[in-house]
């Protein structure tokens, strides 16, 4: 005979204590604890919204889209994640840094595990498509030392907001996407293609609700990092347009002040042609320090 | 161009504010408010639990699942409100009732639109498989007074824990519902079959969740009533058998005080003979109290 009369019978005063006290043979002491704050949060939740039992059945079904949704090249409870803010939180609290390490940001769906390794300088715009850019800056420690042999692992959209995987066929493989290698005196520098905003997919329940909630569903243009060195904390962030329209509105929150760059225009011919490019391109220099890892 | 920057980009100490900011051009005042409480409460949540990166990833797991394991005739999202207390707090929320009537309970999943109605005194067990089960009382205003004309719609599962629904070629049509109504002296009486506890559906995701926090899937033995009269409000609601093992631990918090019901063991063979059922029987005695509508 189980017996939980000690905590008696729900009722609306009781609610989240009459639920938590039901989990108190959990074996894993996390999952009870994570239960317990998840709970509490929600009927929090529910007593001040007072939803109407329409209200209730319309969110259920919104949960249940959102999981249907979701195949193996979409997963929109990720989006819903990210448009809530919820990624960036949990990035943000998984990567607290050391005063004058670089921030982080979220890694986004596009990143590929088998990119490759280019020699320095190379242009990882393979179709030639958009206006060139220079990319270039160092790796350096907490101590502004640089990093010999740290590995930098790059992605971008591009001029027209899309990825290589989102473009199979339209673009070439492996299209602006590229890993480097920095020499003794932690530089690098590699060729590009100015990136453009892109939207989130919005054509789900998570596009919908951005619609009703008066918002748009684009990421500000941006490049991807994913900066790696042994003994040191790897880095995954991006960095941005500041002059992109919507640099104060990213769909996904991913912006922090210290990772806007500058994309600065260089008209000058002779520059140019010393980094490989026709003028006019995009020159952006970008310093990445790491934290040494702990223990 | 669209500037929010007044508020700043995300950082951890003001992320739910800034997610919230941004809502601020939706049209829907209510949605905007619904989802002001929902992002403060789950940045909350995020925060005193501070997730890793694969817990995070494991949450995202189960609601995806939890949303694609649904169908038809299957509702897992339901299923999980329902175990964590908010259906309950929905229910209560929208049922606050003024004191002496009788408290609501939720609907659950097998109720069906179109239960015959019936001549009072009729025995909806078609079957005649279980313990036979006399249940009878009456339908009262919050001053004791009878309401005639009453529409009493009943359902229950039978001796095993299943609902005709469940069991299509099993069980007959209808079989274990019906709908009765009130003579002028308020009262209701049938026949039927003492239910036995049942489980919820524990091979989904929400099965696993109850299965890792310690908790059984059952219900408690229980009949199904809604109860509408012109005037008042409808009434839907359990009652329970106070002696069923699970009486205190229902897995979907559906029991109260006030909706436990005896169920009185009847050896006494006429006493049989006059409700029509052979002895030994169950004897069910229950009334309710309806709110008069307000307004």
Redesign the interface.
């Known amino acids: 005979?189980?017996?939980?009369?000690e905590y008696g019978?729900?009722?609306?005063a009781d609610?989240?204590d009459?639920?938590v006290a039901?989990?108190?043979?959990?074996?894993?002491e996390r999952?009870?604890?994570?239960?317990e704050?998840?709970?509490r949060?929600?009927?929090?939740?529910?007593?001040?919204?007072?939803?109407?039992?329409e209200?209730?059945f319309a969110a259920?079904m919104f949960?249940?889209?959102?999981?249907?949704i979701?195949n193996d090249w979409r997963?929109?409870?990720?989006l819903l994640?990210d448009v809530?803010?919820?990624?960036?939180?949990?990035?943000?609290?998984?990567n607290?840094k050391p005063s004058g390490a670089s921030e982080s940001t979220v890694l986004g769906p596009f990143h590929v595990a088998d990119a490759p390794e280019l020699p320095m300088g190379s242009n990882i715009c393979l179709d030639q498509k958009g206006e060139p850019m220079f990319v270039h800056g160092r790796i350096l420690d907490t101590e502004s030392k640089p990093i010999a042999g740290a590995k930098i692992d790059v992605w971008q959209a591009n001029d027209e907001g899309f990825y290589d995987v989102q473009q199979q066929g339209i673009q070439p493989e492996f299209n602006l996407r590229g890993v480097f290698r920095t020499d003794a005196d932690g530089r690098y520098w590699f060729r590009g293609v100015k990136p453009k905003y892109y939207p989130i997919p919005d054509d789900g329940p998570v596009g919908k609700l951005l619609g009703?909630?008066?918002?748009?569903p684009y990421r500000p243009a941006h490049l991807h990092y994913i900066v790696e060195a042994e003994g040191f904390d790897p880095l995954t962030t991006h960095i941005f347009d500041p002059d992109d329209?919507?640099i104060?509105?990213d769909a996904v929150?991913?912006?922090?002040?210290s990772l806007l760059a500058e994309f600065r225009k260089v008209e000058d011919a002779e520059a140019a042609a010393k980094v490989g490019i026709e003028a006019p391109f995009y020159d952006v220099e970008f310093d990445f320090v790491l934290s040494r890892k702990k223990g």
């Not at 039901?22 to 894993?28: C, L, P, T």
């Not at 949060?41 to 039992?53: D, G, M, N, R, S």
């Not at 929150?253 to 002040?257: A, D, P, Q, R, S």
């Open positions: 005979m189980i017996d939980e009369h019978y729900f009722t609306e609610s989240a009459v639920v039901r989990n108190r043979n959990a074996k894993d999952l009870k604890q994570v239960m704050v998840i709970t949060k929600l009927h929090e939740a529910v007593k001040e919204i007072e939803p109407t039992q209200e209730w259920i949960l249940t889209q959102t999981g249907q979701c997963q929109e409870y990720i994640s809530l803010g919820v990624s960036m939180l949990v990035d943000a609290i998984n607290r009703a909630l008066g918002r748009h329209p919507y104060n509105s929150f991913g912006v922090k002040e």
